[in-house]
């Protein structure tokens, strides 16, 4: 959200800036903050609804994927190369919950829900 704040506050100071026409003040500077800014408004305002659905649904199949490594774990007749993959789908899952803890503590914390802090490292 602090980005669509900045955003929209940059937006309505170029505009007043704008208006006020300060002397010394040129018009192309203002056009580009205000063009920049709405820009970065309306970008920001589709993707952070969209992003945040995508990690609902990554969260879901990180949910899904450690229910499926603890079922095939309680299994006594899994082969080497099941092992293998469930490992290696276990690394690509855990990689990705760290990125997105690590992004969650960020300034892009909004485009990503805080239900990703509650999940933990597959084992």
Known sequence: MWIIAI??????????WGERDLPGS?????????????????????TMPISRMGYGAD??????TAATVAAARSKDDISEYEYAALQLEIIKKN????R???????????????AVNDLVPIE
Do not use: C, M, R
Request: net charge negative; hydrophobic share 55%.
């Open 95 to 98: 990689a990705w919950l760290a």
């Open 59 to 64: 969260i879901e199949h990180y949910k899904s």
């Open 7 to 16: 955003s929209a506050l940059v937006f309505a100071g170029a505009i007043i």
């Open 100 to 114: 997105s803890q690590y992004w969650n503590g960020t300034i892009f914390g909004d485009w990503i829900p805080d």
């Open 26 to 46: 040129g018009d192309l500077l203002h056009v580009n903050v205000i063009l920049f800014s709405g820009f970065a408004l309306i970008v920001g305002s589709i």
